[in-house]
């Protein structure tokens, strides 16, 4: 059974990096995508971007280059950096595998709050 | 950036009843459109992707339809455990991938 569970500071402050890990379970990091969602209350859901062990990535251009996201394959983690952050940042954030590379979402991870203070 | 607009923001209805969940889009995805019901405090589940298909464990009673730009969600008769909040999203267009703004299936 694949988990997912997504871990970071709960409360960064604003201007900072925000740096969220995912652990994957139940199934190889190295054999699929996996997407960073987050949810606001004034944005609603927002893709943030996906990787794959290659290094591909796609990533959201409403961030302006702000996210990265990177894989340790032996560690089973996929991990989300996120720079210069504002009050609008503040979301839960969420990890999901990218089902074959398709796309479409599925498991998540139960998400992480994250609030950004000034 | 393609842009998803569901309708209606609330459903309100009763356990038994059939409910029609509507998903528009700015521009055609084709049939590049999923599905997602979340409940209060958990993270989205995939119920349909592909416009149709139904997601690994996903009871019949739900089902998709649709193409181009509008799409629909139908659960043919609401169980007590359906009264949520459901998402769709496209991927017809990657950069970037877009949700729309959700449908609230609240009990009468």
């Known amino acids: 059974q694949i988990q997912l569970q997504e871990s970071g500071p709960g409360l960064v402050k604003a201007s900072e990096t925000l740096s969220l890990t995912c652990t994957v379970s139940?199934?190889?990091?190295?054999?699929?995508?996996w997407g960073w969602i987050r949810q606001s209350a004034g944005k609603g859901l927002e893709w943030l971007g996906r990787?794959?062990?290659?290094?591909?990535?796609d990533y959201n251009p409403s961030l302006n280059g702000r996210v990265t996201l990177s894989l340790d394959t032996s560690k089973k983690l996929c991990s989300l950096q996120l720079t210069s952050v504002t009050a609008a940042d503040t979301a839960v954030y969420y990890c999901?595998?990218?089902?074959?590379?398709?796309?479409?979402?599925?498991?998540w991870g139960q998400g992480t709050p994250v609030i950004v203070s000034s | 950036e393609i842009v998803l607009t569901q309708s209606p923001a609330t459903l309100s209805l009763s356990p038994g009843e059939r409910a029609t969940l509507s998903c528009r889009a700015s521009q055609s995805v084709n049939s590049y459109l999923a599905w997602y019901q979340q409940k209060p405090g958990q993270a989205p589940r995939l119920l349909v992707y592909?416009?149709?298909k139904r997601a690994t464990g996903i009871p019949a009673r739900f089902s998709g339809s649709g193409s181009g730009t509008d799409f629909t969600l139908t659960i043919s008769s609401l169980e007590p455990e359906d009264f949520a909040v459901y998402y769709c999203q496209q991927r017809s267009n990657w950069l970037p991938l877009t949700f729309g703004g959700g449908t609230k299936v609240e009990i009468k």
């Open positions: 999901a595998r990218d089902m074959s590379g398709s796309g479409w979402f599925d498991p």
């Open positions: 139940g199934v190889s990091i190295s054999s699929y995508y």
């Open positions: 592909d416009a149709s």
């Open positions: 990787i794959y062990a290659s290094g591909n990535n």
